[in-house]
């Protein structure tokens, strides 16, 4: 190598090693962090985010949407979907029995999603899904369905709507799930269907303080002790 090339790669090498400090001295300086301090701190997940797919719960009947149409399990690129059903001799309506996902497998590709007709599947935000044992990483019907309900809601009552019995499985026994697992204000986490047009009482996490504050005043003039906030006089007595 001559003088000439030597000098050459000495002032590239140099000058690459300048620029570089530079732009980390500026962005260390000048500009605000993007990371977090995780698990201390968690950004927000956007809405384009893809998790585990879960399944959505009619909240107005505690039903689960799946019909057994077998169309996520076929259009799954990888067969990590499996599901297994038993045709009511009463309804002659499909029953799922098993509906699992192997996430240790899934691509995360959404096409189960697009493939179901009847919007019961849906891409959820939650991504903390490290298990020690692969085996783990079978996230069965209950599990699917307890993860699904804050991504359900109350659904309009069709025209073949029926008033049946809340399925077993939707309460706590089973799925592990209470209420505080939905985000919808109006959740019902599988009581009977209501009267169309029935507008039930919000949920204590959810009323206003404006409301508070006028329940206070009425306890004021009836001579009752005012309730604390989030709890109605009911509750503060000790009441269900």
């Not at 799946?66 to 001799?89: F, G, K, L, R």
Request: proline share 9%; with cysteine.
């Amino acid at each position: 190598m001559g003088v000439t090339n030597f000098v050459g790669e000495a002032w590239r090498t140099g000058k690459s090693i300048v620029t570089g400090l530079g732009i980390t001295f500026r962005e260390m300086m000048f500009r605000p962090a993007i990371t977090v301090f995780y698990p201390e701190q968690r950004d927000d997940v956007p809405p384009w985010f893809r998790g585990i797919p879960v399944l959505k719960t009619d909240l107005r009947t505690g039903e689960y949407k799946c019909t057994s149409c077998m169309q996520c399990a076929q259009a799954c690129p990888v067969n990590v979907i499996t599901i297994e059903w038993h045709q009511d001799p009463e309804t002659k309506k499909k029953v799922c029995d098993r509906f699992a996902i192997d996430m240790s497998r899934c691509m995360l590709c959404n096409f189960c999603v697009e493939a179901c007709p009847f919007d019961s599947l849906v891409m959820g935000y939650d991504y903390e899904l490290c298990k020690v044992n692969p085996e783990n990483l079978v996230f069965e019907f209950e599990d699917l369905l307890r993860l699904g309900l804050k991504y359900s809601k109350a659904e309009e009552p069709g025209p073949k709507a029926t008033r049946s019995s809340t399925p077993p499985w939707v309460f706590h026994g089973l799925t592990n799930a209470t209420e505080d697992d939905i985000q919808d204000i109006h959740g019902y986490l599988g009581r009977p269907p209501l009267p169309k047009g029935y507008e039930p009482e919000l949920k204590p996490q959810f009323r206003k303080p404006a409301e508070e504050a006028a329940e206070a005043q009425q306890a004021e003039a009836a001579g009752q002790p005012a309730a604390e906030p989030g709890k109605t006089n009911g509750e503060e007595a000790g009441q269900p």
